[in-house]
């Protein structure tokens, strides 16, 4: 019988290395896509803090679109730690196989599919989460990009089209058997948006149906649900999105706790600090002091959400037009907060 998943349990023994193709992952939890977020910076950082992978923002399989700046940035994986793995999205089962084997010419390591985004501009174009309707065309594109490269390919679902038609069980086993080599499901089916609670259940049934590694994504914000959520669905290992904007640092606890049954303490306000003015620092670098600028606002935005009174300084931030006051405005604002936390104590 499965673990309750209100009830909570205490850790058990998990085997927390797992292997996609050649590569093994030594952190059973893993940087969702997000695009927008999950660019170059944040996925060194996230790496850095403990993600045992990253998975880049969507490219479009429409190549001929790869020229422009936002598709040029998001193909740039200079520096980054392997496995380097790109996700790519489109519904055309030859052109994915054509981005695939392109984006495998640009580096990466291990080719991600998108079926689990529900956004309208790709569903619009019948791709995303939105072929799940049609297993047929999933079939053909899963063939098609498997057999184009020679690297892992892996396969992003959600648990199906709609309520009445979770069809993650089916689109999983078809994965398995055309060589997919690891599977992310998002609790939720594409008609939910991200609307409800992720449901586990369908999930459960899809790591007990398939032997290749899968991963549960969905509502995951810490160390101990990461914990229950694995427990009760014996999937390899967890997903993050949402839970990481802003807190980096997340997958450190999160490893930290599956690895010994600890939570690690919050990180401190110096530590914040460091953390943000490096990511900072990585945001001017990649896109360039005016974009960076622009970019760094939402990120700083997550950054603070959680800290008392920091809805002045995100006001006062979002004006700011150089790096360097970016910078200053950080540091000043978290002295501040350190001084007084030491006045206090
Ligand atoms: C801003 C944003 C962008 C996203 N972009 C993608 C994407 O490019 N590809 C994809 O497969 N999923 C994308 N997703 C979905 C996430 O990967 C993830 O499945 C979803 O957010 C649920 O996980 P969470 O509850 O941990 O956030 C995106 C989600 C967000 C919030």
Redesign the pocket.
């Known amino acids: 019988m499965r673990p309750d998943l209100r009830e909570g349990k205490l850790p058990t023994e998990l085997p927390s290395n797992f292997a996609i193709g050649p590569y093994t992952i030594t952190a059973p939890v893993i940087l ?6 999950t660019d170059r910076p944040f996925r060194r950082l996230c790496r850095e803090l403990g993600a045992g992978l990253v998975v880049s ?2 490219v479009t399989s429409d190549t001929s679109l790869w020229n422009s700046r936002k598709s040029r940035m998001r193909l740039d994986h200079a520096g980054e730690t392997g496995p380097i793995s790109v ?1 790519i ?1 489109g519904g055309d089962p030859e052109m994915m196989a054509e981005a695939a084997r392109a984006n495998v010419e640009r580096g990466a390591q291990i080719i991600d599919i ?1 079926m ?2 529900p ?1 309208k501009k790709v569903c619009k174009k019948a791709a995303g989460s939105a072929l799940l309707r049609d297993e047929k065309l999933v079939a053909d594109i899963l063939e098609a990009v498997v057999r184009s490269v020679p690297v892992p390919v892996t396969l ?1 679902i959600r648990t199906g089209w709609c309520p009445d038609s979770r069809n993650g069980v089916t689109v999983a086993k078809m994965a398995e058997d055309l060589g997919i080599s690891a599977l992310a499901v ?1 609790g939720r089916t594409r008609a939910c948006g991200y609307h409800g609670q ?1 449901e586990f259940d369908t999930i459960a049934e899809i790591a007990s149906a398939v032997k290749i590694p899968v991963f549960a ?4 914000t810490g160390a101990e649900k990461a914990r229950k959520v694995l427990d009760y669905t014996g999937a390899t290992a967890v ?5 990481a904007q802003g807190r980096p640092w997340i997958f450190r606890e999160i490893a930290h706790y599956l690895a010994t049954g600890e939570q690690l303490p919050e990180p401190s306000l110096e530590e914040v600090r460091d953390i943000l003015s490096t990511h900072l620092s990585e945001l001017h670098r990649f896109y360039g002091e005016v974009m960076g600028v622009r970019i760094a606002r939402k990120h700083v935005g997550w950054y603070v959400k959680t800290l008392a009174d920091s809805e002045d300084f995100r006001k006062t931030f979002n004006r700011l037009d150089s790096a360097e006051a970016q910078h200053a405005s950080v540091r000043e604002w978290f002295e501040r907060r350190i001084t007084r936390g030491a006045k206090a104590a």
């Open positions: 969702a896509p997000m695009a927008g977020v923002e969507m996700q999205a998108n689990g985004c956004a992003k998002h992720a994504n969905g509502d995951i997903m993050i999105g949402r839970a």
